[in-house]
């Protein structure tokens, strides 16, 4: 199967950091564009990031700018997500996209979707 496998969440306390990682298994996303969403129980989805396929560009929701950051090691077909002074509203389940016409937004449709990693972050 085609896959896009997360790991790296986990419960912390504010303030602390996390590193999401979503390595892809099947087929190659090198040529993809990426990107990670977040939602929480009862919420809509939420744009977090976004790297396109040569990873020279990046966007950031409001929300997380100056905190996240986004790469892709391509070598190894894998995009992360460093998160550093991670906040309580940043509890959620993040999810990895793959997209490949254009840049991941609220707007895109992904071709593929990782399965979700739970990030708890306690004050």
């Known amino acids: 199967q085609v896959r896009l496998i997360e790991s790296g969440g986990g419960s912390v306390q504010a303030g602390d950091s996390l590193r999401l990682s979503c390595q892809a298994s099947g087929q190659s996303f090198k040529m993809y564009h990426m990107g990670w969403f977040r939602q929480a129980p009862g919420k809509e989805r939420e744009f977090v990031s976004a790297i396109s396929w040569s990873g020279k560009n990046t966007f950031y929701a409001d929300s997380v700018k100056g905190r996240f950051t986004i790469s892709r090691d391509n070598d190894n077909d894998t995009i992360h997500l460093q998160m550093t002074s991670l906040k309580p509203e940043d509890t959620a389940v993040y999810y990895c996209?793959?997209?490949?016409?254009?840049?991941?937004?609220?707007?895109?449709?992904?071709?593929?979707w990782g399965q979700g990693t739970q990030v708890i972050v306690s004050s």
């Open positions: 996209a793959a997209d490949s016409l254009g840049m991941v937004s609220l707007q895109s449709t992904p071709d593929f």
